[in-house]
């Protein structure tokens, strides 16, 4: 028994298949039964007549009651011609490396002619390794979906089974195997299954086994609470403007109906929220079951949504809630200023600025042009007034000038003149 165990240990997670009733099939189901729980391959499928073959290997079909050197023949329903490469050894049709193709109804006949047995043939592959996650969407059950990994063409069944890693001592004492119990599978949903009563502080193993006439393959899945804890998504959003605040919006929820209401289990919550016509979320976190947004856009309609996860950080955020919108409302008094600051929040939030021109007039001259235009006029000015001054300046010049010649002395004049006379008219 031990060396049993220890072959299982050494197979950990990997797959396990099986498509011919032997001694190794009977020791490898006890030692999945040693470890997760007791079962054993369903051979009866429900279908009479029908016989299974893996697709790729050599398929041999019987003819019951019929010994070995009896003359028998074989026809195929629909051709006239049996398969290609096909034979009949000992009274059984063999099929070489059988392929999809040869799939149908085959029937033995006597040397009369009489049919003596018909077989219908479905080909298939091996169960593939299931592919496995699970998730606890409260403290108290946590379920597991599964998906085959491979294309079997064949009906298939899930044995669905967990076992309990850490026992107490009473556990122990009252199953020295461990507790195995069923995941529970429910119709309405395939490929599903649930543990129902789960301890949040322990940690179980899943053995999902996928199961089909020509063997069978599993999955062993070591499954923590904690770490697997998922809340379904927050419920009965409701976002509502509040009156005489135009950036201000009240949003309301409710815990998701599969979380109980206990003390000892709580959740927090992430709020994410914009305005319709822009792509960036807000995020804010709280503990509260309300938050108040205080820097919406006035006028414009938000979109908000709201998840939840628990407490302690255990496991993963729950999905988004479903979308609720909002506007809040427009403060008649200020229009004119929060539209003026909503234009320039949402320019600089834009991811890619508007290409396209401005459509408002200049209501104002550029302060530099201002400044240029003011020095242009006090250069002319100044070379006006120079001017002016140079004018004013030679004019009182020159009837300075005039002045000084009429007030010269009467003699200093005849002087003069008889200076510039001649000598004979002097004497």
């Given amino acids: ?81 049996l398969p290609e490469g096909s034979a009949i050894q000992q009274g059984s049709l063999v099929l070489p490396s059988a392929s999809q193709a040869l799939g149908g109804t085959y029937s033995c006949h006597g040397k009369d002619g009489s049919l003596l047995h018909t077989v219908s043939l479905r080909l298939g592959h091996l169960p593939g390794v299931p592919f ?13 979906s599964w998906t085959s990994s491979v294309e079997t063409f064949l009906p298939t069944r899930y044995i669905t089974t967990y076992r309990k890693k850490s026992l107490t001592g009473e556990e122990k004492r009252r199953n020295k195997n461990g507790h195995v119990g069923l995941c529970l599978q429910d119709p309405s949903r395939p490929g599903t299954c649930t543990v129902h009563r789960s301890e949040f502080w322990s940690s179980y193993r899943l053995n999902i086994t996928e199961v089909n006439p020509l063997g069978f393959s599993y999955r062993l899945l070591d499954v923590t609470m904690q770490a697997i804890i998922k809340p379904d998504p927050p419920e009965g959003l409701v976002v509502e403007p509040i009156p005489l605040a135009p950036r201000r919006l009240h949003v ?61 950080d255990a496991g993963n955020w729950s999905e988004w809630s479903a979308e609720a919108r909002a506007t809040p409302v427009r403060d008649l008094a200020s229009t ?28 104002g ?20 007034l120079a001017a ?22 009467s003699f200093l004049v005849a002087a003069t003149h008889l200076k510039a006379l001649p000598k004979a008219q002097i004497l």
């Fill in 336 to 363: 004119a200023s929060e539209e003026t600051t909503t234009d320039a929040r949402l320019e600089s939030l834009a991811e890619e600025p508007s290409q396209a021109p401005n459509p408002e007039p200049i209501n």
């Fill in 252 to 312: 309301s929820w409710k815990y998701p109906s599969s979380w109980p209401k206990e003390p000892h289990f709580q959740l927090r919550f992430r709020l994410q929220y914009r305005p319709i016509i822009h792509r960036s979320w807000s995020v804010i976190e709280t503990v509260n079951l309300s938050e108040v947004i205080t820097d919406a856009f006035a006028g414009l309609e938000h979109v908000v949504q709201v998840s939840a996860k628990d407490f302690l």
């Fill in 132 to 144: 496995v996650s699970c998730r606890a969407s409260d403290y108290e059950n946590f379920s597991c």
């Fill in 1 to 81: 028994m031990r060396s049993i165990r220890g072959s299982w240990v050494r197979l950990g997670y990997s797959q396990m298949h099986n498509s011919i009733p032997s001694l190794g099939r009977v020791m490898v189901f006890l030692t999945a039964a040693l470890a997760s729980a007791s079962f054993a391959v369903p051979e009866d499928w429900g279908e009479e007549g029908v016989q299974y073959g893996q697709l790729g290997t050599d398929v041999t079909l019987s003819c019951p009651g019929i010994r070995a050197s009896s003359a028998v023949r074989w026809r195929r329903a629909g051709t006239t011609a």
């Fill in 365 to 384: 001259s550029d302060p530099m042009e201002k400044m240029a235009v003011l020095v242009s006029l006090g250069i002319f000015a100044f070379f006006i």
């Fill in 388 to 409: 002016v001054l140079v004018i004013t300046i030679l004019i009182w010049l020159r009837v300075r000038k005039h002045g000084k010649d009429k007030t010269k002395p």
